[in-house]
């Protein structure tokens, strides 16, 4: 009972005799429309922003012939449930079709507002929650595969820039970045490593509770800290005993859309060197991972467009190769997560009204 009234209190915005938060919504409203005003002007300026136009671009990537696009999406679709074995090891007893219809409906809410994670979180642990998985194993299952899709992207990024590098083959110009990214990914593992250290948890409790000693009450901080500390355990159990299929689903979702990337630049004529393909890809995937956009629309296509031109690419080649891939990892997501969402949620509602009926006849 002590629990519930604390849950009460904190849920209904206030603790103790501090005030009542106000709402935000309005304020997230239009922050969402700036955000997607942006994307809009970024996106619609980037023809002319490289020299060229949208006639060209649009031009370009209606040639691509429709057995190609259908090669395409094929290798989208093939992505995608490589990833699924990341999500299946990292919560057991997902199955490998739930595994893939939370990452169509995770990335669609993500693709479509900003800083959309934490909201397709939100609708995973939903649907987790509806398929029977407690609370303690859902917490588990997200900080692994965010832990796993993170550490995972920058690896593979840091890993093919470095390779590049140490061939010989990448530009003078881009050596600086390479250092940065390389230098990104030992930060984050060490970070990694500590926190899921024994004395590292410890410390970031703690700390977690310092801060929040003054506006919850400390059984409730207690009782958080243990259950931080039981979850790490767990985590690192996780980690230690299914890190083959966490790790194999992870890399071999972010090398074939290197694939895919350099499949759509080579149907648009944009065909770069080996060294400025990794660039442009790696610039696509660390601006697309920044929430100020959704996806990092705008930013994204402009970084790797520039890096494209750089490497001696047409500039409507390049746009039109740039737009296509992202097309297919952005776009595409939107409808196909939506109706497999809507689809979800339909035969969810047709089964529980057939239960429904069952009990009331018997």
């Known amino acids: 009972m002590e629990g519930d009234q604390d849950e009460a209190v904190v849920g209904g915005g206030h603790v103790g005799n501090l005030p009542r938060r106000p709402l935000l919504l309005p304020r997230r409203f239009v922050l969402g429309l700036a955000s997607f005003a942006l994307a809009g002007v970024c996106l ?16 370009l990537v209606d040639a691509v012939p429709g057995g190609h696009l259908l090669a395409l999406a094929a290798l989208w679709g093939i992505g995608l449930w490589s990833y699924s074995w990341t999500l299946t090891g990292a919560l057991p007893g997902l199955s490998q079709r739930r595994a893939l219809l939370l990452n169509l409906t995770g990335s669609a ?76 990914v030992a930060v984050a593992a060490t970070l990694a490593a500590v926190a899921f250290s024994r004395s590292g948890s410890a410390v970031l409790a703690r700390r977690v509770a310092a801060v929040g000693r003054r506006r919850v009450g ?67 995937r660390l601006v697309s991972s920044v929430p100020l956009t959704p996806a990092g629309a705008g930013f994204a296509e402009a970084g790797a467009a520039g890096v494209l031109l750089a490497g001696g690419a047409a500039p409507g080649a390049a746009v039109a190769g740039v737009l296509l891939y992202r097309a297919f990892v952005v776009l595409l997501e939107v409808p196909v997560g939506g109706a497999a969402l809507a689809g979800w949620w339909a035969l969810r509602r047709r089964r529980r009204g057939r239960l429904g009926a069952e009990a009331g006849a018997a």
């Open 109 to 184: 809410v993500s693709n479509v507002l900003p800083a959309g994670g934490a909201f397709g979180v939100w609708l995973n642990t939903s649907m987790l929650r509806r398929w029977g998985f407690g609370f303690r194993r859902i917490a588990d299952f997200t900080i692994t595969s965010n832990v796993f899709d993170v550490i995972g992207k920058l690896g593979v990024c840091g890993a093919a820039l470095a390779a590049t590098a140490l061939l010989g083959r990448l530009p003078a110009h881009v050596l600086a970045p390479t250092a940065g990214v390389v230098a990104l």
């Open 44 to 59: 619609w300026q980037l023809p002319r922003l490289v020299g060229t136009t949208w006639e060209a671009v649009l031009g």
């Open 218 to 284: 400390l059984r409730r901080i207690v009782r958080c800290r243990r259950e931080a500390l039981a979850l790490r355990g767990q985590v690192r159990r996780t980690i230690r005993g299914r890190w083959r299929p966490l790790t194999a689903g992870v890399v071999s979702y972010v090398l074939l859309q290197g694939v895919l990337f350099g499949a759509c630049l080579h149907l648009t004529a944009a065909v770069p060197t080996l060294s400025v393909l990794v660039v442009a890809f790696v610039v696509d």
